[in-house]
């Protein structure tokens, strides 16, 4: 029987307890990242992290957790004080929303009664994913023009342009995953990679949708909108005790969110690694979600190696590569993968398909060696180029009136 079939006749009593035990886990994996990234990032700079609360310092994200909950907790004057308390709970909200659809075992035995541990499914699962992940920065615009503050409402605005930007480019990536699974719906994605993972397959679009994904996020090198540097600590800068908690959980939920729908989509979810699949019937199936879990935490992991390597982009430099690098290449690549789709549905030979793929990759590299060539020639001419006067009056330098004198 297939998932979907099998979520249609979960009891209420059963959907509560899914519900619960998937808001549990969020949390708890929460937790473990935090840790996780503090350590990681540690050693990555040869020092120790935390290691004083619980053993290995496991405990110090719960301790830090009930430190910001009994902190004072500040309004400020200028604040829009519905608008200010709304805004964390509508980001933190919008992140728990995406796990509704996305599925983290196969068939289970859950006291008595056969399901997923998935709540529900619907034709257009990955749509739903993406609104409630775009339904997220309304917080953090919000939280930035309620706090009436200059530096706040500019991260707001920062990060309002950055989502919208990225998730364009994401939205495009899973455009080939559509077109090649022939469904929407997150559980018939995945039993469309029963044989081949579409990171293998589809790996353009792998590649486009983890870059975008980091922009999604707010995470480095990609941070614009908490540059610290520039904005104190951006729309969150006015936020304190377990308002500014709950923006930092919405964060760490979102990462664990868009490494879940990219693990759905492209790394074949719940199943095992290639001739691992006999252990998807360890433990009742519950080993499924061992499986999930483990690439989840690899995608996390990146996460956290871009943060210990690379250093934060300029802003122009980050909005650049979006609209003119991702978006056209993942256009480019949509059509790609429907002429593709097209000519093996249509049972075109295989050497014609080949010849077509080939001169395709073909024109891609020359066009890119055709840029990069335009683009050095351009920067050449204008080393080597007079430069510019300009429309104002400017004084002489010394060595100017000199020559004037002398000559």
Known sequence: MKISELLGTDPGWIITVKALFIFVLCVLLTLVAIWGERRLVARMQQRLGPNRVGPFGLVQGLADGVKLALKEDLIPKAADRIVFVIAPIISVTACFLAFAVIPMTGVVNLFGHETAMQ???????????????SFGVYGIVLAGWSSGSTYPLLGGLRSSAQVISYEVAMGLSLVAVFIYSGSMSTSAIVEAQHDWWFAVVLFPSFV??????????????????????ELVGGFHTEYSSLKFALFFLAEYVNIIGVSALATTLFLGGYHALPGLTFTEQWWGGW????????????????????????PRLRYDQFMKFGWKVLIPVSLLWILIVATLRVLSQQNTSRAVTLAFASGVVVLILAGTSLY????KKSKAENAIGDIPQPSFPVPQIPSQRAEQLHG
């Open 119 to 133: 709540l529900t499914d619907i034709p257009v699962g990955v749509l739903y994913i993406l609104a409630a992940a």
């Open 208 to 229: 486009i949708y983890m870059i975008s994904m980091v922009g999604e996020t707010n995470r480095a090198p990609f941070d614009l909108a908490e540059a610290e540097g």
């Open 287 to 310: 080993f499924t979600m061992i499986w999930f879990l483990a690439k989840v935490i690899a995608f996390f992991f990146i996460f956290v190696w871009l943060r210990g390597t690379l």
């Open 372 to 375: 990069e060539r335009s683009q």
